[in-house]
């Protein structure tokens, strides 16, 4: 059935839901991700082959998809070089010379986590705020973390870093996540009650 | 070891474990240094937050599908 066009209705109603979820896993921009699941598919029709296993449909739509992915991820980084976070300066204001922590950064001595603190719509949108905060490249790394070891590998080369230039910036993105959450939500946390 | 080195090891400690003698160092320290403890609690507690974050289970709503069949209809 060499001329039978795919069934994209169809398939965009069996998988574009997962494909959707893996484009935002790995974008984490719900338009962007959206938009990407619309390239698979017009990649899909501009050169149709049709497709006889239903089983790998979804695994041959995720390949495309990851393509694209990486498409986008290299034609933005080529565009402008991610911001980078001011190192000497953050350091500084977290850590004294002798790699202490300062007056202002010191975490408290004590931490107890609230029940349920992870389904609390509050710290998650504190959680996303600081994320959002971040210089453009430590949030790269860090969400990095998260991507398969594939795509992670990828994003290092992309961003044209060491993998201990990777370990060091992600390092600082994590400092920099706790510090501004601690000024968002562990300082607060105990008083209200 | 003083706490910038402390907490960098955490952060390996978070994402692949360490090995045993640099594990050791690092309870040592924190036996003495109850802020890099709380540090490592609350580093984890990032990290269980945003692979939550990564884990939920996300739809394209009915009018994202319906836009997405328009513009395909459109080629």
Redesign the interface.
Known sequence: MPNTPPP??RW??DH??AL??YA??KTND?DL??DL??DT??AV??NARPFEAQSQVRTWLIGILRHKITDYYRQKYRQQPLQQGDDAQF?AS??TP????TAES??????E?EPH??DNPA??KA?ALCLDKLPALWRAV??G??LGEKESKQLCQELQISPTNF?QI??RA??N??QC??QAW?KSEGDGK | MNCRQATLLVERKLTHGLPFWQQWRLRWHQRMCAVCKTYEQQSELIERAMRQSKEAVYKLSDEQKATILKRLKEI
């Not at chain 1, 002798?98 to 922590?101: F, I, V």
């Not at chain 1, 010191?106 to 931490?111: I, K, L, M, R, S």
């Open positions: 994209i209705e965009l109603h574009g839901d959707f979820q935002l896993v719900a991700a959206a699941v619309q598919f017009e029709i501009r350091d977290v850590f002798t790699g202490h922590w010191v975490p408290p001595a004590t931490h986590e603190l992870l710290f998650l959680l860090l969400e973390k998260y370990w992600n390092h994590k400092l996540m706790q959450l601690q562990f």
